[in-house]
């Protein structure tokens, strides 16, 4: 080969190269605008990672606990535990909705046959969802499948677009001037919450 045709080569090769790792750039972007725009809804309140925190569980648990905070707020996983040795979880959320812990329950048995589910039933004075943040606690957590389609079906206020949940950068693209200590804070690492018997302990983990 003449080095006349292996300089050609050599730059068709930059070229493809630069067509693969501008999109990546790209993209890259993307992702990092939407993870410091979207709102973490974890800071004044305490709930806001609970969803997607179930999908760090590795054990099966005996009772899966759903529904809004008077789930949360007046079931300890932990005494369960204690003084009867059972194991439990609550995928509850501030606000959710009946329809919500429905598609919450059929996640979960896709990967756990519990013994004992417990559903709180406070919900059903409230049949439509009235704050978007509510929606999103529950709903931006789920891991994406039909379950999490249905939910959003199922509870979206008017307003709400199903895009605006698969590319929230669509919804928040905007908030740059509302963004608080919480976002950057919250950029690499995440609260979780363990609910002790009384209280709830925040921890960050990285």
């Not at 609970?50 to 079931?75: K, M, R, W």
């Amino acid at each position: 080969m003449s080095v006349e045709n292996m300089g050609e080569e050599k730059i068709k090769r930059k070229k493809y190269l630069s067509y693969l790792i501008y999109p990546v750039i790209f993209f890259l972007i993307l992702y990092f605008l939407q993870r410091l725009f979207v709102p973490k809804y974890m800071g004044r309140v305490v709930e806001g990672n609970f969803t997607e925190e179930y999908y760090q569980e590795i054990s099966p648990h005996d009772v899966l606990i759903l529904g809004d905070c008077e789930a949360y707020e007046n079931i300890s996983p932990i005494t369960l535990w204690k003084n009867y040795g059972i194991t439990s979880y609550i995928r509850g959320n501030a606000s959710q909705l009946l329809s919500q812990s429905y598609y919450l329950l059929r996640d979960s048995l896709k990967t756990e046959t519990p013994k004992l589910v417990i559903l709180s039933i406070a919900a059903m004075q409230y049949p439509a969802q009235t704050n978007e943040s509510y929606n999103r606690m529950v709903l931006d957590g789920m891991r994406w499948s039909m379950d999490k389609i249905m939910a959003y079906r199922a509870s979206a206020m008017e307003g709400e677009h199903f895009l605006d949940y698969l590319f929230p950068l669509f919804r928040f693209h905007s908030r740059w001037k509302e963004l608080e200590a919480d976002d950057f804070s919250l950029f690499f690492s995440k609260k979780e919450f363990l609910i002790t018997d009384t209280i709830f302990v925040q921890i960050f983990v990285p």
